[in-house]
């Protein structure tokens, strides 16, 4: 039986504080996993596609993707739209974590290719306590390795 590749966790969030706070809380929850954080929609396109300033870089596999929706250059969706529709990056699991709650966004999401839709808490203290939870998800999740 091989052995199971470690996950890069691809953190794609446009705000300093909500990443810091994301990757402290996942290491908190002993999520012990390379995170990678990319700052604009742009970025993750380059990284995944080995374009723009990643060209020639091969991006690690397996990956997983916590994805903010609205971030400047391209958002979460033209993201979420351009990895799903290429065989090599759609079979990467993509959790959206946003502030955004609208029943038509977390729709468009899921129509889109999304895994799981998580809306950021505005406290701090639950905002702590989702990304906590978040985890403990991923300590259990198996992802694919490659498209």
Do not use: W
């Not at 990757?23 to 996993?33: F, G, I």
């Not at 994805?67 to 990895?83: A, E, F, H, I, S």
């Amino acid at each position: 039986m091989a052995a199971i590749e470690a996950v890069t966790i691809l953190l794609v969030e446009d705000d300093p504080g909500h990443a810091r706070l994301v990757e402290k809380n996942l290491r908190r929850s002993n999520v012990a996993n390379t995170v990678t954080l990319l700052h604009d929609g742009q970025q993750a396109v380059d990284y995944l596609f080995s374009e723009g300033e990643y060209a020639g870089v091969e991006p690690p596999t397996p990956v997983l993707m916590l994805l903010d929706l609205n971030m400047p250059v391209l958002d979460g969706y033209q993201v979420l739209k351009r990895m799903k529709s290429d065989a090599r990056t759609k079979c990467i699991p993509v959790i959206i974590l946003t502030t955004t709650d609208d029943r038509r966004e977390v729709a468009r999401c899921y129509d889109l290719g999304c895994n799981v839709y998580v809306t950021k808490p505005v406290g701090y203290d639950q905002f702590c306590e989702a990304i906590r939870k978040i985890g403990l998800f991923l300590s259990v999740v198996t992802v694919p390795n490659g498209g």
